[in-house]
């Protein structure tokens, strides 16, 4: 007897605007997000949107950080990073270009899926500067978009640094503490 063809639905933007709950969509297919981040996580993210913020106010930078906004992607691929630096206009509703500064924030349930599926997704789409911080294991990868527009691995520029700066469009730079972001 034979087995009935699996069916694999390829949704859109337009199907992910009317569901309920959080989820992502990468390239057509739903992507349960994860339960609310621990402690640790949430810290992490609140202290480095406070930084980054207050480095782009003091310049007077037309750049803004977010923390939860969805940024589609393409017509079939939506992404919720954990924080976002957004250079240029500002999204009325969502983000549908890349950001200047992608960040997210390792966790037990999506540590594999932002190395690889996620790195992968940022490197095609653009992203200028993409940060993977582990508040457990206190450190922070930084992966640098190259002229040959692939991810260029600066972790090492950093890895022993207290302090790091990252320059943005047009000449801002923005920094990083890992004393405050460990804190």
Same mark, same amino acid.
């Given at each position: 007897?034979?087995? #009935?063809?699996?069916?694999?639905?390829?949704?859109? %933007?337009?199907?992910?605007?009317?569901?309920?709950?959080?989820? /992502?969509?990468?390239?057509?297919? +739903?992507? #349960?997000?994860?339960?609310?981040?621990?402690?640790?996580? /949430?810290?992490? +993210?609140?202290? *480095?949107?406070?930084?980054?913020?207050?480095?782009?106010? +003091?310049?007077?930078?037309?750049?803004?950080?977010?923390?939860?906004?969805?940024?589609?992607?393409?017509?079939?691929? $939506? $992404?919720?990073?954990?924080?976002? %630096?957004?250079?240029?206009?500002?999204?009325?509703?969502?983000?549908?270009?890349?950001?200047?500064?992608?960040? !997210?924030?390792?966790?037990?349930?999506?540590? !594999?899926?932002?190395?690889?599926?996620?790195?992968?997704?940022?490197?095609?789409?653009?992203?200028?500067?993409?940060?993977?911080?582990?508040?457990?294991?206190?450190?922070?990868?930084?992966?640098?978009?190259?002229?040959? #527009?692939?991810?260029?691995?600066?972790?090492? /520029?950093?890895?022993?640094?207290?302090?790091?700066?990252?320059? *943005?469009?047009?000449?801002?730079?923005?920094?990083?503490?890992?004393?405050?972001?460990?804190?």
């Amino acid at each position: 007897m034979p087995i #009935a063809p699996g069916y694999d639905p390829h949704y859109s %933007v337009a199907d992910y605007l009317q569901w309920e709950g959080d989820w /992502e969509l990468w390239n057509g297919t +739903a992507v #349960a997000m994860s339960p609310s981040p621990l402690g640790p996580h /949430e810290r992490a +993210a609140a202290k *480095l949107v406070f930084q980054i913020e207050s480095c782009l106010q +003091a310049q007077g930078c037309p750049c803004a950080t977010y923390a939860g906004l969805d940024w589609i992607v393409s017509d079939d691929t $939506v $992404v919720r990073p954990d924080v976002m %630096v957004v250079c240029g206009s500002q999204p009325g509703r969502h983000l549908e270009r890349p950001p200047a500064l992608t960040i !997210e924030i390792l966790s037990d349930a999506t540590a !594999e899926k932002d190395r690889t599926a996620k790195r992968s997704l940022y490197e095609l789409a653009g992203v200028s500067h993409y940060l993977l911080v582990d508040p457990i294991a206190k450190t922070i990868a930084w992966l640098e978009l190259g002229h040959d #527009a692939t991810f260029l691995d600066r972790s090492s /520029e950093i890895a022993h640094a207290e302090r790091f700066s990252l320059t *943005l469009a047009d000449g801002y730079r923005i920094e990083v503490d890992r004393r405050i972001t460990f804190a």
